[in-house]
């Protein structure tokens, strides 16, 4: 078969690229190694871990704020089989929605591993080793990433996890050591605490979240801290043991040296980032270029070295997340349509499922001292917003930082419930290069969440109203 386009792996990022190609007019393949299609965002990702977020918030608010609303149902008893086979239902509901999204668009797909075997050629090894040569005038490359290994640790996805592993625990873990507090480690982290986990987290650097505002992590953690996460920060993991019973011990010490220290735990979860996964894939086969962290290189319009050959998602530079690899998807897909397909990495959301969330586009303050930008800054809490009185969702916060000379909105970062929504108001204004003021003129419905935008913008001027 000859294709105009094959898309190895179907994530996030590859299946919208043929998708996408499809569209356009491209005679489109894709190739995925996993049984379903979605990659790890909806097999063992963003999707279960979003419905296990969910079940676990809502137990949580049966179990311990149900009865402040009045509402008496004794105490709740978890079914985690149950809970586990809602997951599951999510996750299949969203790959089978895939399927049907690619045969709908006429995308022809390949169940197997994909190897590049030359120029304009892909092989596609099937599970009992069989193998089918296609052949194309462009490739691109969406294979995604796998979890990082700590040295030293094996992750038995039974008592030391990765997040698959994490989200697929048959039993309640009595005591979780999380390794890492970022993303992964404080969802995970949240979902197993609801559900009646003691958990302590480690991190190796002196906050949690590094990467988001540096008020944002101070706060959130207190948040999460006062819920019952402890945090064990500027330490490092020198070993975990697992021993019988499945259980397991972890050697932890100061980062700077010191005193080591034993924690004993049923469960591990090492949730220390991602790295770029390209094996036997045959890169070498036509020398595509790699960076030093294993990244597939490549230029503006997401070609790599080698013509024909173009990566997005996880496996180039950038923000792992599915959003940011649905976009280039698109713009790839149109960049070999002849169209000019583009993305804006200075508004790409990055949004935290806890409870309450987090949720940030653009600059924080600590990126904006470093580029010596002078900005302006408007925050407003929870606290003063109607909505959250009502609803007894206070905590957190609405920050925007805007320029100071010219008041364009150069970063947002929130702290509250629901802020996974809210940021999005704030991307589009961003996209229009909204300055503060506008934002601050801009009608917002009450009572709702998303006044505390409008107040934080009118805080850049000093003229919030609430507080
Ligand atoms: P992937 O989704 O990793 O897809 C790559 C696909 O390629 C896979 O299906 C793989 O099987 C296939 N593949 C690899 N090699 C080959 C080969 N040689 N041949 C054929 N197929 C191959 N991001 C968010 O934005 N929001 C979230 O809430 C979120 N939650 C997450 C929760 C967890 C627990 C994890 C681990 C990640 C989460 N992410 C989240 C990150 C998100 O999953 C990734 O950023 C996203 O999946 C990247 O998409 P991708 O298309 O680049 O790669
Ligand atoms: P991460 O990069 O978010 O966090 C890893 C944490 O581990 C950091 O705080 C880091 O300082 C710490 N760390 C690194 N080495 C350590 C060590 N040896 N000991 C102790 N701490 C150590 O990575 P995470 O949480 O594994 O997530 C991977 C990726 O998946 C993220 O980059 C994120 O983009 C994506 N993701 C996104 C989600 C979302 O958008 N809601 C949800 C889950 C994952």
Same mark, same amino acid.
């Given at each position: 078969?000859?294709?105009?386009?094959?898309?190895?792996?179907?994530?996030?990022?590859?299946?919208?690229?043929?998708?996408?190609?499809?569209?356009?007019?491209?005679?489109?393949?894709?190739?995925?190694?996993?049984?379903?299609?979605?990659?790890?965002?909806?097999?063992?990702?963003?999707?279960?871990?979003?419905?296990?977020? =969910?079940?676990?918030?809502?137990?949580?608010?049966?179990?311990?704020?149900?009865?402040?609303?009045?509402?008496? %149902?004794?105490?709740?008893?978890?079914?985690?089989?149950?809970?586990?086979?809602?997951?599951?239902?999510?996750?299949?509901?969203?790959?089978?929605?895939?399927? #049907?999204?690619?045969?709908?668009?006429?995308?022809?797909?390949? =169940?197997?591993?994909?190897?590049?075997?030359?120029?304009?050629?892909?092989?596609?090894?099937?599970?009992?080793?069989?193998?089918?040569?296609?052949?194309?005038?462009?490739? %691109?490359?969406?294979?995604?990433?796998?979890?990082?290994?700590?040295?030293? %640790?094996?992750?038995?996805?039974?008592?030391?996890?990765?997040?698959?592993?994490?989200?697929?625990?048959?039993?309640?873990?009595?005591?979780?050591?999380?390794?890492?507090?970022?993303?992964?480690?404080?969802?995970?982290?949240?979902?197993?605490?609801?559900?009646?986990?003691?958990?302590?987290?480690?991190?190796?650097?002196?906050?949690?979240?590094?990467?988001?505002?540096?008020?944002?992590?101070?706060?959130?953690?207190?948040?999460?801290?006062?819920?019952?996460?402890? #945090?064990?920060?500027?330490?490092?993991?020198?070993?975990?043991?697992?021993?019988?019973?499945?259980?397991?011990?972890?050697?932890?010490?100061?980062?700077?040296?010191?005193?080591?220290?034993?924690?004993?735990?049923?469960?591990?979860?090492?949730?220390?980032?991602?790295?770029?996964?390209?094996?036997?894939?045959?890169?070498?086969?036509?020398?595509?270029?790699?960076?030093?962290?294993?990244?597939?290189?490549?230029?503006? =319009?997401?070609?790599?070295?080698?013509?024909?050959?173009?990566?997005?998602?996880?496996?180039?530079?950038?923000?792992?997340?599915? =959003?940011?690899?649905?976009?280039?998807?698109?713009?790839?897909?149109?960049?070999?349509?002849?169209?000019?397909?583009?993305?804006?990495?200075?508004?790409?959301?990055?949004?935290?499922?806890?409870?309450?969330?987090?949720?940030?586009?653009g600059k924080?303050?600590?990126?904006l001292?470093?580029?010596?930008i002078?900005y302006?800054?408007?925050?407003?809490? #929870?606290?003063?917003?109607?909505?959250?009185?009502?609803?007894?969702?206070?905590?957190?916060?609405?920050?925007?930082l805007a320029d100071?000379?010219?008041?364009r909105v150069l970063g947002v970062?929130?702290?509250?419930?629901?802020?996974?929504?809210?940021?999005?108001? %704030?991307?589009?204004?961003m996209?229009?290069?909204?300055?503060?003021?506008?934002?601050?003129?801009?009608?917002?419905?009450?009572?709702?969440?998303?006044?505390?935008?409008?107040?934080?913008?009118?805080?850049?001027?000093?003229?919030?109203?609430?507080?």
């Amino acid at each position: 078969m000859s294709y105009d386009l094959i898309v190895i792996g179907t994530g996030p990022g590859g299946y919208v690229c043929a998708i996408r190609a499809a569209q356009l007019g491209l005679k489109t393949a894709v190739v995925e190694k996993r049984a379903t299609h979605g990659g790890t965002c909806l097999n063992v990702g963003c999707i279960p871990s979003k419905a296990l977020l =969910h079940a676990s918030e809502a137990f949580e608010e049966a179990n311990k704020h149900f009865s402040e609303l009045g509402i008496d %149902v004794g105490t709740p008893k978890l079914d985690l089989k149950k809970m586990q086979s809602f997951k599951q239902s999510g996750v299949d509901g969203n790959t089978k929605g895939v399927e #049907f999204l690619l045969k709908k668009n006429k995308v022809d797909t390949y =169940h197997g591993r994909g190897r590049i075997a030359g120029a304009g050629r892909v092989e596609v090894i099937s599970d009992d080793g069989g193998n089918q040569l296609l052949e194309t005038k462009n490739i %691109v490359i969406a294979t995604g990433s796998d979890v990082t290994r700590l040295p030293g %640790v094996e992750i038995d996805e039974k008592t030391v996890v990765s997040s698959t592993g994490a989200l697929e625990l048959a039993e309640v873990p009595k005591r979780l050591v999380v390794i890492g507090a970022g993303v992964i480690g404080l969802e995970l982290g949240s979902v197993w605490r609801r559900l009646g986990a003691e958990v302590t987290v480690i991190e190796y650097l002196d906050r949690v979240l590094p990467g988001m505002d540096g008020e944002v992590g101070k706060q959130f953690q207190r948040i999460l801290a006062k819920q019952g996460m402890v #945090f064990k920060l500027s330490t490092k993991v020198t070993g975990v043991e697992t021993g019988k019973k499945g259980r397991a011990t972890v050697t932890v010490e100061p980062a700077q040296g010191g005193e080591p220290e034993k924690l004993e735990a049923d469960v591990v979860l090492v949730a220390i980032g991602r790295v770029p996964y390209t094996e036997g894939l045959g890169l070498e086969t036509v020398g595509v270029a790699t960076d030093d962290k294993g990244r597939i290189e490549v230029d503006s =319009h997401y070609a790599t070295n080698v013509t024909g050959i173009y990566a997005i998602g996880d496996v180039i530079a950038g923000p792992m997340l599915a =959003h940011k690899a649905e976009d280039e998807g698109v713009a790839v897909a149109e960049i070999l349509a002849g169209q000019s397909g583009h993305v804006n990495y200075g508004v790409i959301p990055n949004v935290v499922y806890t409870f309450p969330e987090v949720a940030s586009v653009g600059k924080t303050e600590e990126e904006l001292k470093k580029d010596g930008i002078a900005y302006n800054v408007g925050k407003f809490p #929870f606290t003063a917003n109607g909505r959250a009185k009502a609803n007894g969702t206070t905590d957190g916060f609405v920050k925007i930082l805007a320029d100071a000379q010219t008041d364009r909105v150069l970063g947002v970062h929130i702290v509250g419930a629901d802020a996974g929504n809210l940021i999005a108001e %704030v991307a589009v204004a961003m996209e229009f290069a909204a300055s503060a003021e506008d934002i601050a003129r801009t009608c917002h419905a009450h009572p709702t969440l998303t006044e505390a935008i409008k107040e934080a913008a009118l805080a850049v001027d000093k003229r919030a109203i609430h507080v």
